[in-house]
């Protein structure tokens, strides 16, 4: 019964230990998902602002030949961005953005070649035998346009020299602190229908422009920033996906160590209360057995 006691009494310590392990990272990513959020937010506007005047440079351009828009006729080798995290206990953070990439790569059926951002894709893609030369780590809890600009240039290089001919994009879109959503999106070739498309429904409404240099000239500049400024949303929403994910995560650790900890509390009160019973059955027992020796010496005299 003692080592029952015992052993019940180490397992409360260890699950002790642990809670506060599992609260004080959910506190931890609570604070960063304030930030995070800024950031996506922050962010936003930019990207937007960049896609538009990409496309007012395009409809003024007189022809939209660039190598990060020429369509290849066989797509042999499809290139995957996939941006995933450093740390795990993000529940399921990871892994939904790996097995969407795994679905990604077999509906397509072609030769893969991965860039590779986080440890998480690193550790995982190279256990399954894939090449991951081309990755990048130290970058998903706060991302910088630098670390975008590196990513999308070497995807952008891959393409230019045909070593791939699709580049897609995996990451987690931050929709809420609650919901997140994994999306796939298509990056190279830049899709010409969002270039060529009209902003104003109203031809009348849209201001005319002149621009120096020419706009193909432009367009030449702008279409690998808007590469990056692609990239670097993405990092950024993924960012703060991880942190909300991880709060989640380690919300419901810290609920259910306090579960288990009720649970082992109740357990250790009840092996506590028999131990007592049997202490005083043994000596109520031993007590009877003396009375009744005494009574007997007694009784012979």
């Known amino acids: 019964m003692a080592e029952q006691l015992r052993v019940v009494k180490r397992r409360i310590g260890s699950v002790q230990s642990t809670q506060k392990i599992t609260r004080a990272m959910e506190l931890i990513s609570s604070s960063r998902i304030i930030k995070a959020q800024q950031r996506v937010d922050a962010a936003r506007p930019y990207a937007e602002s960049m896609r538009r005047l990409l496309v007012s440079v395009a ?4 022809n939209l030949d660039h190598p990060l828009l020429a369509e290849r006729e066989d797509v042999s080798t499809v290139g995957h961005i996939v941006v995933s995290s450093d740390r795990g206990l993000a529940g399921a953070y990871n892994s939904n953005v790996l097995r969407t990439t795994e679905r990604d ?3 397509h059926g072609k030769e893969a070649r991965l860039f590779l951002t986080g440890k998480k894709a690193v550790s995982y893609f190279r256990f399954r035998g894939y090449d991951t030369s081309d990755s990048w780590t130290g970058i998903s809890d706060r991302p910088s346009i630098d670390d975008a600009r590196t ?5 952008a290089d891959a393409f230019s020299e045909g070593e791939v001919d699709q580049v897609r994009l995996t990451y987690t879109r931050f929709e809420s602190a609650m919901r997140q959503s994994v999306v796939v999106n298509q990056v190279l070739p830049l899709p010409r229908e969002e270039l060529e498309r009209d902003q104003d429904e109203d031809e009348g409404r ?3 422009y002149e621009f120096e240099p020419a706009p193909e000239e432009i367009l030449n500049y702008l279409l690998p920033r ?3 400024s692609t990239v670097y949303q993405a990092l950024l929403e993924a960012s703060a996906s ?3 994910a991880r709060r989640r995560a380690m919300k419901a650790a810290t609920d259910n160590a306090e579960e288990l900890l009720e649970d082992l509390t109740r357990e250790y009160n009840q092996a506590r209360q028999a131990e007592i019973t049997t202490e005083i059955m043994e000596v109520a027992g031993g007590a009877e057995a003396l009375s009744g020796a005494s009574s007997g010496g007694h009784e012979t005299n």
């Open 59 to 62: 409809q003024n351009a007189g």
């Open 105 to 107: 790569i077999a509906d």
């Open 151 to 155: 990513v999308a240039q070497a995807a």
């Open 206 to 208: 849209r201001a005319g």
């Open 226 to 228: 808007y590469l990056e």
């Open 242 to 244: 991880e942190h909300a």
